[in-house]
């Protein structure tokens, strides 16, 4: 990552061996029937895997070339070694290690113990071994701030004075204003991860009362030009742009082999629940009513399975989530403290048809990954119609089901975090990080064909 910096320090007399090093150099890339792989990956090993992508050995065309710009250590680095800071009340150190996958499970290979807030580790341990990742600014079309937003918002949300609150934000604002490719584009061409709810990083400027911890850094007007890749987007702020990228789940695949057999699996599991529920009530949250009438109607109906998450731990057993998920049809999506949930993506990996209750919960949150119809996928009812929940299940046939579990399935790869690790010639889908960057690459190329009429 320091590649660029050794150019400062050329003395007159080092000039000469220096051309005739070059002009070799030239040479050999020139005679090198794969140089073109070199100019994109600016990789000199040969061997190196990760600049091996899919079918061809190169950056795939839907997705053009992305620079990563390398932050000071203060931004995350530092945060992550002092990870019993990360959040005022949860122990985050054993979810940060392994790049955000968490601690393996015993027995389930590429399987971990991953919390919902690491899409910004994943996101960003997939970027980085991504062969559409230049390492050269001036070639590259799209900018990635590798910042852990979320992570940031929640390690500082005590922090009452808000000068002190939103200071390495602000910072972060005034590092990345020094580099030229910033304002190339007027920061239209770059993006950040927020991997919690948007909403926290947007605080307004002239708050009266209190401000639940919330931090101003998405309101800065260096950023406001910046598209946010978050995995629950405040639908009611339009600047800056917010897209939807999944929860991560538990399955980390490092080769297509492991998806299609966790996807005939799936596919194959004997389902023995009409329906379930796994979920807390949350007495204080919006959605509490809601959530306190299914609770009630799933644990006396005899076709529902429950788990109640009364203590947050058992919500947090990834073997007994995904074998209650496995077993049921459909599973039960209220929404919690904001309208999403990562339980949404652990459905969708279980084969399990999600059943929504509030459209933002899924269907205007991640356009990017979800299927047109949302009856193709899922089961949608009104919150007035709460008590005929059962009755419409019961009343959806065997074929639709099976279709509409089908459908599910196929969702499975698009919405998953490989393993960062995966070699990219044992991996021959698009995941998460991949249908991003293809959908970023569409938006770039739209606003640069705006600027230029
Ligand atoms: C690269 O791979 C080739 C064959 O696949 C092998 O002969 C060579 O030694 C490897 N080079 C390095 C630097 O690992
Ligand atoms: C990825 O590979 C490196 C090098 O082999 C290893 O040190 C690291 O632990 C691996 N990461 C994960 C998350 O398994
Ligand atoms: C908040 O912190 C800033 C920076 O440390 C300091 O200058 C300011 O006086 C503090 N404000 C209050 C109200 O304590
Ligand atoms: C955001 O983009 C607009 C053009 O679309 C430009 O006028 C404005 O200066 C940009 N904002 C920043 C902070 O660069």
């Known amino acids: 990552?320091?590649?660029?910096?050794?150019?400062?320090?050329?003395?007159?007399?080092?000039?000469?061996?220096?051309?005739?090093?070059?002009?070799?150099?030239?040479?050999?890339?020139?005679?090198?029937?794969?140089?073109?792989?070199?100019?994109?990956?600016?990789?000199?090993?040969?061997?190196?895997?990760?600049?091996v992508p899919y079918q061809s050995p190169r950056c795939n065309i839907d997705i053009v070339?992305?620079?990563?710009?390398?932050?000071?250590?203060?931004?995350?680095?530092?945060?992550?070694?002092?990870?019993?800071y990360l959040h005022p009340r949860m122990e985050m150190c054993g979810f940060v290690a392994n790049r955000g996958l968490g601690q393996p499970i015993a027995q389930r290979p590429s399987w971990y113990v991953t919390s919902e807030a690491?899409?910004?580790?994943l996101f960003h341990a997939r970027a980085e071994t991504h062969p559409c990742r230049v390492y050269d600014p001036h070639i590259a079309r799209m900018f990635y701030i590798p910042f852990y937003t979320g992570q940031y918002v929640s390690s500082v949300k005590e922090e009452n004075n808000l000068t002190r609150r939103d200071a390495t934000g602000v910072e972060l604002a005034a590092y990345l204003s020094k580099f030229p490719s910033f304002h190339r584009q007027g920061g239209?061409?770059?993006?950040?991860?927020?991997?919690?709810?948007?909403?926290?990083?947007?605080?307004?400027?002239?708050?009266?009362?209190?401000?639940?911890?919330?931090?101003?850094?998405?309101?800065?007007p260096e950023f406001s030009n910046l598209t946010i890749?978050?995995?629950?987007?405040?639908?009611y702020v339009k600047q800056p742009v917010q897209m939807g990228i999944p929860y991560p789940s538990y399955f980390h695949p490092s080769t297509s082999d492991e998806m299609v057999s966790w996807q005939e699996t799936v596919r194959h599991t004997k389902r023995t629940q009409l329906f379930s529920y796994i979920g807390g009530v949350r007495p204080w949250s919006m959605s509490a009513d809601i959530r306190s009438k299914l609770l009630k109607l799933c644990k006396s109906?005899?076709?529902?399975?429950?788990?109640?998450?009364?203590?947050?731990?058992?919500?947090?057993?990834?073997?007994?989530i995904m074998d209650l998920m496995t077993q049921s049809h459909f599973c039960l999506q209220p929404s919690?403290?904001?309208?999403?949930?990562?339980?949404?993506?652990?459905?969708?990996?279980?084969?399990?048809?999600?059943?929504?209750?509030?459209?933002?919960?899924?269907?205007?949150?991640?356009?990017?990954?979800?299927?047109?119809?949302?009856?193709?996928?899922?089961?949608?009812?009104?919150?007035d119609h709460i008590n005929q929940l059962e009755k419409v299940l019961k009343r959806i046939p065997e074929k639709k089901i099976k279709q509409m579990r089908e459908v599910v399935i196929e969702m499975i790869p698009r919405v998953t975090y490989v393993?960062?690790?995966?070699?990219?010639?044992?991996?021959?889908?698009?995941?998460?990080?991949?249908?991003?960057?293809?959908?970023?690459?569409?938006?770039?190329k739209l606003a640069q064909h705006e600027s230029m009429k």
């Open 65 to 84: 070339p992305f620079y990563i710009y390398d932050l000071p250590d203060q931004f995350n680095a530092a945060r992550l070694r002092r990870c019993h």
């Open 229 to 235: 890749l978050t995995v629950d987007s405040d639908l």
């Open 118 to 121: 690491m899409s910004e580790l």
């Open 188 to 220: 239209l061409d770059h993006f950040l991860i927020m991997g919690s709810r948007t909403w926290e990083g947007l605080r307004p400027e002239n708050l009266m009362g209190t401000d639940f911890g919330t931090n101003r850094i998405l309101r800065l």
């Open 301 to 320: 109906s005899d076709n529902c399975a429950v788990i109640e998450c009364e203590k947050r731990t058992v919500c947090y057993e990834p073997n007994k």
């Open 1 to 51: 990552m320091e590649k660029h910096k050794g150019f400062h320090f050329i003395s007159p007399k080092c000039i000469i061996p220096l051309l005739l090093a070059s002009f070799l150099w030239i040479i050999v890339i020139l005679s090198n029937p794969n140089f073109h792989v070199h100019l994109i990956s600016s990789s000199s090993n040969h061997n190196d895997t990760s600049t």
């Open 419 to 444: 393993h960062p690790n995966a070699s990219r010639d044992e991996i021959s889908f698009w995941d998460v990080v991949d249908v991003a960057l293809a959908a970023l690459t569409k938006q770039v």
């Open 336 to 383: 919690g403290d904001s309208p999403t949930r990562r339980a949404i993506f652990d459905s969708v990996l279980a084969g399990c048809v999600p059943v929504f209750f509030n459209k933002d919960t899924a269907y205007n949150q991640y356009p990017w990954y979800l299927p047109k119809h949302p009856d193709e996928w899922s089961v949608f009812i009104e919150p």
